[in-house]
């Protein structure tokens, strides 16, 4: 049997070259279903100016859902923002507390289809361009992006693996090679006195089982 520091190498080899694409693809794995639906129409959040009163922020409010760009526009307003704060936060006392509500009245714009990037991107802009708007955010944007890093991820760990795989073969291969070197004057006896190759093959088939089990075992 091959020598204990010459094995435990190549069971490291084998271990590794299954055991690090896994990993990975099992991380990013378990990553996407944190990912909320992206199918989910894009939804833009519009932040007024802090001077605006309910009834300018309802005119707006008018005004975008007359826009042929714009499929719905709900108001979220001010006291309505800051209770939904407090509830995510658990400082629903705390903000009770203010003498004064420091967030704006907000519009939440669902674009009309096509919601392409083009289109988005025009209708954040001529929003943007509002007088009384302060800011824009759209709310899935990031999301996709994140999808298509763990896509890409995805591929780069696909490579990977099938990289340290053939690394694995190739270490297997060679070990092996030198195993059937070391063992030359042996095989060539035992063919001179009739052996077959299938029974001197066997000793080989044998180690590189040993090898591949050994180092599944070690990845697992």
């Known amino acids: 049997m091959a020598r204990p520091l010459l094995t435990g190498m190549v069971w490291m080899v084998v271990a590794i070259s299954l055991a690090l694409p896994g990993a990975m693809l099992l991380t990013l794995d378990n990553l996407r279903p944190l990912i909320p639906d992206?199918?989910?129409?894009?939804?833009?959040?519009?932040?007024?100016?802090?001077?605006?009163?309910?009834?300018?922020?309802?005119?707006?409010q008018r005004e975008l859902a007359a826009w042929d760009s714009v499929e719905d526009v709900t108001l979220v307003r001010r006291d309505e923002a800051l209770a939904g704060f407090g509830e995510q936060t658990g400082l629903s006392g705390l903000l009770a507390s203010l003498d004064h509500n420091p967030l704006p009245h907000a519009l939440l714009v669902a674009p009309s289809a096509p919601r392409t990037d083009a289109a988005l991107s025009q209708l954040v802009e001529a929003v943007d361009a509002l007088p009384g708007v302060d800011?824009?955010?759209?709310?899935?944007?990031?999301?996709?992006?994140?999808?298509?890093a763990l896509l890409a991820a995805e591929r780069w760990g696909l490579a990977l693996g099938a990289a340290m795989v053939l690394g694995a073969i190739l270490a297997l291969a060679n070990t092996l090679h030198l195993a059937i070197d070391a063992r030359r004057e042996e095989i060539l006896v035992v063919r001179v006195i009739g052996g077959a190759p299938g029974f001197i093959r066997r000793p080989f088939l044998y180690t590189g089982l040993y090898f591949g089990v050994?180092?599944?075992?070690?990845?697992g």
């Not at 800011?135 to 298509?148: F, Y």
């Not at 050994?214 to 990845?219: Q, R």
């Open 214 to 219: 050994g180092g599944g075992l070690l990845a």
């Open 135 to 148: 800011k824009t955010i759209v709310d899935n944007q990031w999301m996709s992006r994140l999808d298509q």
């Open 38 to 60: 992206l199918e989910q129409p894009a939804q833009v959040s519009v932040m007024l100016h802090g001077e605006l009163d309910l009834e300018q922020a309802e005119a707006l």
